[in-house]
């Protein structure tokens, strides 16, 4: 995750840090993003950075990918999501009340699906 930052007034070009290998916590309906000791933009100082969604940013966020993304971009969705479906699908299923129902079928790659006639 890149964070970039440039003065309002005096503009002095981006300073930019990249967060790698954050710890992910949940908590009070918040996802927390946290990473120690990274280095300050200016000066040799250290801080520790937390970023916090809440369910109705991500929800926000979301909404913005599904809307605006598939169309423009599809084979970034496709290759960042897909790793992640199983996910997603727990997701949805948790949405519309289902949930638990992947957790007590398990579909493997080679797994027969029987679908009814349509």
């Known amino acids: 995750m890149k964070i970039t930052r440039r003065g309002s007034s005096a503009n002095h070009g981006d ?18 993003l946290q990473k120690s000791r990274i280095k300050d933009f200016n000066t040799d100082s ?8 809440s369910m109705e940013e991500l929800s926000n966020l979301i909404k913005f990918l599904g809307d605006k993304i598939p169309n423009k971009d599809p084979e970034s969705i496709s290759s960042a999501f897909s790793p992640c479906l199983r996910e997603i699908i727990r997701i949805h299923n ?25």
């Open 15 to 32: 300073s930019e840090i990249e967060l790698e290998n954050y710890e992910i916590k949940y908590g009070n309906s918040t996802i927390h």
């Open 46 to 53: 250290t801080h520790d950075y937390t970023i916090s969604l």
């Open 94 to 118: 948790t949405c519309v009340g289902q949930v638990g129902v992947m957790e007590k079928k398990t579909i493997t790659k080679n797994s027969k699906i029987n679908r009814r006639p349509t």
